[in-house]
């Protein structure tokens, strides 16, 4: 019975460990190339999984749509749960593919359905020796989501992990099961997992937050990192002066705008000092001329500075109220 439910309910085949990369979240993925697809899908980086060890399988991903993830915990390098999403074509697909899952459990909906936080999932408990085994799915649009509380032969059941990564589930998938229309539909997706998280993409910084009117998580457009970037922040220039100090200097332009000036506290070990070449304003550099607040950031002095009125001498529009300079003059709009 077990066995079988196994394979019904998870239905994904897992390989063992390959290599290991650590990831930025204090966790290790067994192999580099299904990192980046278990950061976009699944979940992997909430402090309960600190130093856990991430491993599954996503073969032939772009083709089936299907990625599995074992949780592995540092302290008996053992699973502790597992979670697997199929990916549809739509939510017809996913409905019907949960129908003939509930259909061959050969159980009424009764006896599995439960809600959490107003989701209404799908639960299967089997009494083994002294745990039980449980086992949780449900559909999120064109999703179908499914887990379980322990490893593969059954001699661990870890109750709280899984819980804790049902919650996170549901909330970057929420159910739509027995809801119709418009009310069926998730009002939006979290693309990060949580506020104030950072990454890169190609030279951009980007950071995690909620930048319009829904309640969900997004990238904003970051800003450009001139020197690079890495682990989520920009790349500066270290520069090692006469009198052996390592000064960390920070370069914003017109392209990059403001940068983030790491806190003191930082990890890079040996920096003395960072230098903003330009005009640092609440932990970030702002470029020269870069307008703020009726305000204009001077290279002469590194501060920002009133903007200028009309008649006022200029070389630059940025240094005029109404950003319009004539003939070394400040002109009105």
């Known amino acids: 019975m077990k066995k079988g439910l196994l394979n019904l309910i998870l239905g994904v085949i897992l390989v063992g460990m390959i290599g290991f990369v650590v990831a930025e979240a204090s966790v290790i993925f067994e192999d580099?190339?299904?990192?980046?697809?278990?950061?976009?899908?699944?979940?992997?980086?909430?402090?309960?999984l600190k130093d856990f060890i991430l491993g599954g399988v996503n073969e032939n991903f772009e083709v089936d749509k299907r990625v599995s993830i074992r949780y592995r915990s540092p302290q008996d390098n053992d699973q502790?749960?597992?979670?697997?999403l199929l990916i549809f074509n739509d939510k017809e697909e996913s409905?019907?593919?949960?129908?003939?899952?509930?259909?061959?459990l050969g159980v009424s909906l009764e006896e599995l359905i439960k809600e959490i936080n107003e989701n209404k999932v799908f639960e299967v408990q089997i009494q083994e020796s002294n745990e039980i085994s449980r086992?949780?799915?449900?559909?999120?649009?064109?999703?179908?989501?499914?887990?379980?509380?322990?490893?593969d032969i059954g001699t661990i059941y870890d109750d709280e992990l899984f819980d804790v990564l049902t919650l996170a589930y549901l909330e970057k998938y929420p159910s739509t099961y027995g809801c119709e229309g418009d009310e069926c539909s998730p009002a939006c997706a979290n693309e990060c997992s949580?506020?104030?998280?950072?990454?890169?993409?190609?030279?951009?910084?980007?950071?995690?937050?909620?930048?319009?009117?829904?309640?969900?998580?997004?990238?904003?457009?970051?800003?450009?990192?001139p020197h690079g970037c890495s682990n989520g922040v920009c790349d500066y220039i270290l520069e090692e002066q006469e009198n052996a100090t390592i000064y960390y200097y920070i370069?914003?332009?017109e392209s990059s705008g403001p940068l983030e000036i790491p806190e003191e506290n930082s990890n890079l070990e040996?920096?003395?000092l960072f230098v903003c070449s330009g005009?640092?304003?609440?932990?970030?550099?702002?470029?020269?001329g870069y307008r703020k607040e009726r305000k204009f950031c001077l290279d002469s002095n590194n501060q920002f500075v009133e903007q200028k009125k009309a008649a006022s001498n200029c070389d630059n529009n940025f240094e005029c109220k109404t950003n319009i300079c004539i003939n070394q003059k400040c002109v009105s709009g």
């Open 279 to 288: 005009c640092e304003f609440e932990n970030e550099c702002y470029p020269f």
């Open 194 to 225: 949580k506020e104030g998280q950072k990454r890169c993409d190609n030279e951009n910084s980007q950071t995690c937050s909620n930048y319009d009117d829904d309640s969900c998580l997004e990238w904003n457009s970051g800003i450009i990192c």
């Open 270 to 272: 040996g920096v003395d």
């Open 95 to 104: 409905i019907a593919y949960l129908d003939s899952k509930i259909k061959d």
């Open 80 to 84: 502790h749960s597992e979670f697997g």
């Open 135 to 151: 086992h949780i799915f449900w559909i999120s649009e064109k999703y179908y989501v499914q887990g379980w509380n322990g490893n």
């Open 32 to 48: 580099p190339n299904n990192e980046q697809i278990f950061k976009e899908y699944m979940v992997w980086d909430l402090p309960e």
């Open 251 to 253: 370069e914003p332009n």
